[in-house]
């Protein structure tokens, strides 16, 4: 058998196994970014429903309580930009040292966050902290 008959039956292998391996690790690589995508929205889902707590008349220390236990463990997974506008958030409820905050800012705030989770998730937006509505929920008496 010469060289060239070698190369004939040795090259389709070779090419044939390169190709099995980068499927396989672009297969695992897709699926690994769709798992750590579905867990930070579900992490996000859960932050966003406890930031009902801050703003206007739905103010809730129990809800707050549940927000920083969330928080302190978005460190975890949070980007850069939602942990800023996070910290931001946290800053403006020190600085009203137990009042309440005020309602502008606040919602302001909010909309911050929720934005920076949004880029985080979508990778871009073109909405803006405003587009973000917040409503109070009030529960008859």
């Known amino acids: ?10 090259l389709p292998i070779i090419a044939a196994l390169i190709g099995s391996y980068f499927t396989y690790y672009f297969t695992i690589k897709s699926k690994k970014s769709e798992a750590i995508l579905k ?16 703003v206007g008349t739905t103010v ?4 707050k309580r549940k927000f920083f236990e969330e928080q302190y463990k978005s ?6 930009d ?5 910290n931001n958030m946290v800053q403006l409820v020190k600085a009203s040292k137990g ?3 005020d ?34 929920v009030i529960e008859d008496k």
């Open 1 to 10: 058998m010469e060289t060239k008959d070698a190369f004939l039956v040795i």
């Open 39 to 54: 867990f930070k929205e579900e992490k996000y889902a859960n932050l966003l429903i406890l930031l009902q707590g801050f």
């Open 60 to 63: 809730s220390g129990e809800a």
């Open 75 to 80: 460190w975890l997974y949070c980007s850069d």
């Open 82 to 86: 939602v942990v800023k506008a996070i």
């Open 99 to 101: 009042e309440k905050t």
């Open 103 to 136: 309602i502008q800012e606040g919602r302001k705030s909010i909309g911050n966050i929720v934005l920076a989770m949004r880029k985080d998730l979508l990778g871009k937006t073109n909405l803006n902290y405003n587009d973000f509505q917040y409503t109070d």
